[in-house]
């Protein structure tokens, strides 16, 4: 139990276009949902906060304007990178809490051309 | 600003020996830790956890150790297995929402 899935697991684009990623947690309902980037050899850093019917909460430094994020059901997250430039280019990875701890999805690689 | 740090960047054991990643955490309000595996191109794997108010808790070949005196944490895994080979994060929750603060990550290599 306690499945993360998202998608799509890479995608490349060019600049200046928008890309939507996908978290959905399979075999439980999941209220709060966390976004993380990760460049390669570093840690995550914690994007946002994304709450089931609420605004996102995010990270100082962090642009809610390009980094759109949509909790719209009790399963499913998105963050759309939007008018994306090659230094968006990364791991983007989600979370979703549930039975007491956090549970990872398998990432999503972003490449920007 | 406060922050989970690890000791060791990379870590090389050969197969059969015992594991020990260390983690320094600056924050002596964390209750709640978490130990997570990453394989290459793939998301983070709880290992696991352990509260502010034990000092030990066991796995299946994994033990955490958690030293609030000096603010330290470790992992110890028995007998290494190359399939053990990944970067390890320890994290702690940042806020009351439940995200993480990770550490840095070691990288841990397995020899045969």
């Known amino acids: 139990g306690a499945v993360v899935s998202q998608h799509p697991s890479w995608v490349i684009c060019k600049s200046g276009t928008s890309v939507k990623i996908e978290c959905r947690s399979l075999d439980f309902q999941a209220t709060t949902m966390f976004w993380y980037r990760q460049f390669p050899k570093q840690s995550l850093m914690l994007m946002a906060t994304s709450n089931e019917g609420s605004k996102a909460t995010y990270e100082q430094g962090v642009e809610k304007d390009k980094f759109l994020i949509n909790h719209a059901s009790l399963t499913l997250s998105t963050l759309t990178v939007t008018s994306a430039h090659p230094e968006d280019s990364s791991f983007y990875i989600c979370?979703?809490?549930?039975?007491?701890?956090?549970?990872f999805g398998p990432g999503t690689r972003l490449t920007v051309l | 600003g406060e922050s989970v740090g690890l000791h060791l960047p990379t870590l090389s054991v050969q197969e059969g020996d015992n594991s020990i990643i260390n983690c320094a955490y600056s924050n002596s309000a964390s209750d709640y830790f978490i130990w997570y595996k990453q394989e290459s191109g793939k998301g983070p794997q709880f290992i696991i956890d352990i509260r502010s108010n034990m000092d030990k808790r066991q796995g299946q070949r994994v033990t955490v150790l958690l030293n609030k005196t000096v603010k330290h944490l470790s992992l110890q895994i028995a007998a290494t297995q190359p399939g053990d080979s990944a970067v390890y994060f320890c994290?702690?929750?940042?806020?009351?929402?439940?995200?993480?603060?990770f550490g840095k990550g070691t990288s841990l290599l397995v020899t045969p």
């Open positions: 994290a702690e929750i940042k806020n009351s929402g439940y995200a993480l603060n």
């Open positions: 979370s979703a809490r549930g039975q007491g701890t956090q549970y």
